[in-house]
């Protein structure tokens, strides 16, 4: 039925919106484990296995760097040429 001359096509891939989605995912992987490690130097994460207070500070700051530096890789190498 689609090959018939005036049937619509079907739209292009929103490729915008899945980037936008990898970019936020990303940062809120990096906003976790930067708040993980927040609450394994504060101590108060229960849940979490007993990690040494240098471990909390490892995690956040790979955290910070996971949140900050590959969205902003990830849309240079996306970006459109004009």
């Not at 394994?40 to 040494?52: C, E, H, I, M, N």
């Not at 969205?71 to 970006?79: H, T, Y």
Request: hydrophobic share 55%; proline share 11%.
């Amino acid at each position: 039925m689609s090959d018939l001359p005036g049937a619509p096509r079907d739209p292009a891939p929103d490729h915008a919106a899945a980037r936008f989605a990898v970019l936020q995912l990303v940062r809120l992987t990096g906003a976790v484990l930067a708040f993980a490690g927040v609450l394994v130097v504060s101590g108060k994460a229960t849940w979490l296995p007993q990690l040494p207070e240098g471990a909390g500070y490892v995690l956040i700051a790979i955290g910070m760097i996971d949140f900050f530096v590959p969205p902003m890789l990830l849309a240079r190498r996306w970006k459109s040429k004009p």
